[in-house]
C-alpha cells in the first residue's frame, strides 16, 4: 500500500504523508479528505489562469457546479472544483489499477 500511497502523492499532487490507513476504504477516505482539503484555487487571478488552459469554456466547471446544486459561483469557485474533480478522477483510476493487480 506504500507504494500507492507514493504515487497518489506524485501523480495527483495530494499530500498523504501522514496516514493511519490499514484498509483500502480508509485510504480512499483519506484521499477524499486531502483533495477537499488540498485542492484549492485562491485569487482570481490564479482561477481564470486555471480556467483558461483547463475549461476554457466553462462547461465542466458549470456542469460539476450544477451537479452538487450550487448556482452562486465564481472564478475561483469554479476553478477549485474542476481541480477537485481532475485530481479525484487520476486518484480514482490510480486506486482502480491497484486494485485489478
Known sequence: ????????????GIELTYLNTNTMEDLIESVETAINE????????EAMKY???NDPSL???I???REYGI???NSEFLA???LQKKTRDKAYE???DYKEL
Not at 1 to 12: A, P, V
Not at 38 to 45: K, R
Open 1 to 12: 500500500m506504500n507504494r500507492l500511497i507514493k504515487k497518489l502523492e506524485k501523480n495527483c
Open 38 to 45: 488540498q485542492m484549492e484555487v485562491i485569487y482570481y487571478l
Open 51 to 53: 480556467l483558461a488552459e
Open 59 to 61: 462547461l465542466e466547471s
Open 63 to 65: 456542469q460539476i457546479a
Open 71 to 73: 448556482t452562486d459561483i
Open 80 to 82: 477549485t472544483i474542476h
Open 94 to 96: 490510480i486506486i482502480n
